[in-house]
């Protein structure tokens, strides 16, 4: 599909347009966490609570969250010999994001066979191209079990206070069930996605309805079950959606089938390129599975993703994943290659992505117009941003389900919805009268929220300076892990780090050998301490403020990608990206981790 210049013009102007409808001074300030009425949400409805006595042993590793960061490091860790490891998680299993969002439909956005970490280890086989969250909170638990991590694990248990005991070497942790025990080191991932957050939109606490959050699915109500049996108790009811992200996309096509009439309220479409999701074969999984598969495939798709960072645009590279992030990857390596060497401009390059990037979502919103039967409802679901503004979704069944009788989009043009009242969901002035709410308003990211924010507490380090202290002018970390002045502390997150957004996990697959590599050098060593030195967190934060990726534009609609469009401060500048990408950052680690030096680190 070619695009002329006066089309790509018009395009961008309409571009612009669409964000500026979405703008509005109080950017992040317009969400809410879980309170009031939404408050017993912050509860754990899948597992019981079991009474224990409080824990006040001492561990070698101790590392808070449960998902897939700990349950990465803790595998490593007992793969290296270290057998006092503990995971501390205020869910009531192992799973992260899977453990609390267990909405129907749920579902991998990225291929399950990169996405879905110690595949070969364990070997598990994905029932799909892209599994459903059943089958990923499945293989957590498999983890758990196959490196033994449940023996020490402390569940429906929340870190109130870690603190650095110097004269120990030693980190202490206390938690809101008693628990007061120690820890040579400790870990922190508490991901990007476990703090939800609500619209505040006025009257949302006026409703006499039922109402959720989707990452607190209340099954008790809809009926039905995560495994994808029916929504019976929906039959006879009218159900509104707020929000139409990448949760909706993936929830609205089982409420369809489930409800009297859904109502889909909408302030930006998502863009909804195909998913073409299947069942794997095994015959062709046993091909594919030889010794070191699952890292080839990381590193393929890391590669592929980033097109041209890291990899020669004129190389050969072979694409063994194939799905919509690689696809999009393609079209701007296959620009760039067209280009001669002599045209490789840094503008000339900025100009074949937009082409490449225009190419494709003109793709995607002609998709709207073949599938939607009514031309309004399908010019409503079109996307007019740039592909990566917001997080690309794909999917088979949610541009469809609105061609159902009982499914209405409600699109606010930008604007959001007016009010909630005591019978339903204002748009224009007109009350869409429901039985019952659900939000599928997201969380509060790492870059939109502080670490100590979304962990609960607040680490305090050497002299009982805190983490939030530390971070006050923003994140100030070494390779995003080592942060100076908390020794023994490990921090596995995006930031200051690989960045890589399009596969989180592989974050995590990289953090947790570096975490191994320096826990096994300081036991091996008999050293109690290890920190990262003034200066190399200095250099590392120098580094990336020169040079780094910022995680969204301006430029872009709104939304948590970019700050909702509000301009960067100091604190958010400093959520950057190794400047030359995931590749790059991947094979420094991997050197730095097998020099043996540990260049910034010191032991003792």
């Known amino acids: 599909m070619t695009v002329t210049t006066s089309q790509k013009e018009s395009i961008l102007k309409r571009y612009a347009q669409e964000r500026d409808k979405r703008l509005r001074p109080d950017g992040l300030g317009q969400y809410v966490p879980l309170t009031g009425r ?11 609570m079991v009474e224990r006595e409080p824990v006040t042993d001492d561990v070698t590793f101790a590392f808070i969250g449960g998902g897939f960061a700990g349950l ?49 280890e364990t070997g598990h086989m994905p029932t799909e191209k892209y599994a459903h969250g059943p089958e990923i909170l499945e293989h957590c638990e498999r983890i758990g079990k196959q490196f033994g991590l449940y023996e020490h694990a402390l569940f429906h248990t929340q870190v109130t206070d870690m603190a650095w005991d110097e004269s120990l070497a030693r980190w202490r942790i206390q938690t809101n069930r008693g628990d007061d025990f120690t820890a040579q080191f400790v870990g922190m991932g508490t991901g990007p996605l476990q703090v939800p957050k609500l619209p ?16 607190r699915w209340d099954y ?10 029916t929504m019976d108790g929906l039959s006879d009811k009218r159900v509104a959606v707020i929000g139409t992200g990448a949760t909706a996309v993936q929830c609205v096509p089982e409420l369809a089938k489930s409800c009297k009439e859904l109502f889909v309220f909408q302030r930006t479409p998502s863009s909804v390129d195909v998913r073409g999701n299947q069942p794997l074969d095994s015959a062709w999984f046993a091909d594919v599975s030889s010794p070191g598969w699952q890292q080839r495939w990381l590193d393929n798709f890391t590669a592929n993703w980033e097109a041209f960072a890291g990899v020669s645009v004129d190389d050969e590279l072979e694409d063994l994943v194939q799905d919509g992030w690689t696809d999009l990857a393609r079209r701007m390596r ?19 992505f937009e082409d490449a990037d ?53 699109d606010t043009d930008g604007k959001g919805v007016e009010r909630i009242t005591e019978h ?89 050998k570096t975490v191994t590599t320096v826990v096994s050098h300081a036991l091996d060593g008999g050293f109690e301490r290890v920190e990262v030195t003034g200066e190399a967190e200095e250099a590392w934060v120098d580094l990336l403020e020169t040079h780094g990726r910022a ?54």
């Not at 008790?220 to 049996?229: D, K, L, V």
């Not at 609960?456 to 300076?465: E, H, I, R, W």
């Not at 400047?579 to 043996?596: N, T, Y």
């Open 38 to 48: 939404f408050a017993h949400y912050a509860e754990d409805p899948y597992t019981p």
């Open 72 to 120: 990465l490091v803790g595998a490593r860790l007992k793969e290296a010999g270290v057998e006092s490891v503990r995971i501390i998680d205020k869910a009531g299993g192992f799973g992260g994001t899977w453990y609390w969002n267990r909405y129907p439909g749920a579902m991998c956005d990225t291929a399950s066979l990169v996405y879905m970490p110690l595949l070969e």
């Open 200 to 215: 505040g939109i006025p009257g949302i606490d006026d409703f006499a309805g039922h109402s959720f959050h989707t990452s």
């Open 220 to 229: 008790a109500y809809t009926g039905g079950s995560p495994e994808g049996t």
């Open 334 to 352: 296959d620009i760039l290659r067209a280009l001669p060497p002599e045209e490789r401009s840094a503008e000339r390059m900025m100009e074949a």
């Open 358 to 410: 225009i190419e494709k979502m003109e793709e995607i919103r002609a998709r709207a117009d073949a599938v939607v039967a009514d031309p309004t409802t399908a010019a409503n679901l079109k996307a007019w941003y740039r592909q990566l503004c917001k997080r690309p979704c794909f999917h088979d069944e949610y541009l469809q389900a609105f061609n159902r009788p009982n499914v209405h989009l409600v």
């Open 424 to 512: 339903g969901v204002v748009v224009g002035g007109h009350e869409y009268e429901v039985d019952c709410i659900v939000f599928a308003s997201g969380f509060f990211v790492e870059f939109g929220i502080s670490l100590a924010e979304r962990a609960g507490f607040d680490p305090k380090g050497v002299g009982g300076k805190s983490l939030s202290q530390h971070w006050e002018d923003g994140m100030r970390t070494m390779h995003g892990v080592h942060v100076h002045g908390f020794p023994n502390l490990f921090v596995v997150q995006l930031g200051q780090g690989a960045a890589l957004a399009s596969n989180v996990p592989h974050n995590y697959v990289e953090s947790s």
């Open 551 to 604: 995680f969204g534009s301006e430029e872009c609609t709104p939304g948590y990608y970019n700050n909702e469009g509000r301009p960067a401060g100091p604190k958010e500048r400093r959520n950057f990206g190794y400047p030359f990408g995931a590749v790059a950052f991947f094979k420094l680690m991997d050197e730095w981790r097998r020099s043996g030096s540990f260049d910034g680190l010191e032991f003792s």
